[in-house]
């Protein structure tokens, strides 16, 4: 898939509220510091289309944005060290939970996870949640340019390895690199096949 469109179309904190249109869409999340806007850069191929920041957190919206003109691209808030307060949290995990609970348009998820680290409790919980609740996605690991392939193939079998205990298999999963735009064509065709499965069935 080649990106020629992307643009934003709305933010908000109410499902209710998200665009009417029968778009598919694809929802990006994960930890707050897990470069979450950074990847979306990389996969429009535009420097500033989510907004980053040094600061965990950023994002505290549901944003939508528009691709190519027929799928739209959802940046969710992260999860975990965001620096706001406890009832702000609340909020946030209040419309996040509805986001996946009622949004029809939702095509799959992708749950954003730093290689670099060992698998983190906050992580696996909100996959097993997903799994608990039906929710279809995929993990997309993060910063692959920190380390060297050894570690990244190590780091992936620690969360097999883990995954395997309560799943009945691992999950889809992609390696990324924002900075070195490791991944994009990979994850953009993975969701140009998912889009050109719907078209099919929808004409039947």
Known sequence: MVIKYAEFVVSNSDVAK????????????GRSNVGKSSLINMLTNRKNLAKTSGKPGKTQLIN??????????VD????GYA?????????????ITQYFSFREQLVTAFVLVDIRHTPQPIDLEFMQWLGENGIPFSIIF?????????????????Y???????????PNYFVTSSTKNIGQDEVLNYIEGLNENMQLHGNE
């Open 83 to 95: 620096r706001v307060s406890k009832s702000e949290k609340k909020v946030f995990q209040k419309f």
């Open 142 to 158: 993060t910063k692959a340019d920190k380390l060297k392939p050894k570690a990244i193939e190590n780091h992936i079998n620690d």
């Open 64 to 73: 939508h944005f528009l691709i190519n003109k027929n799928w739209h691209l």
């Open 76 to 79: 969710l808030p992260g999860y």
């Open 160 to 170: 097999k390895n883990i995954m395997l205990e309560t799943w009945e298999a691992m």
């Open 18 to 29: 998200c665009p009417k249109s029968r778009l598919p869409e694809y929802a990006f999340i």
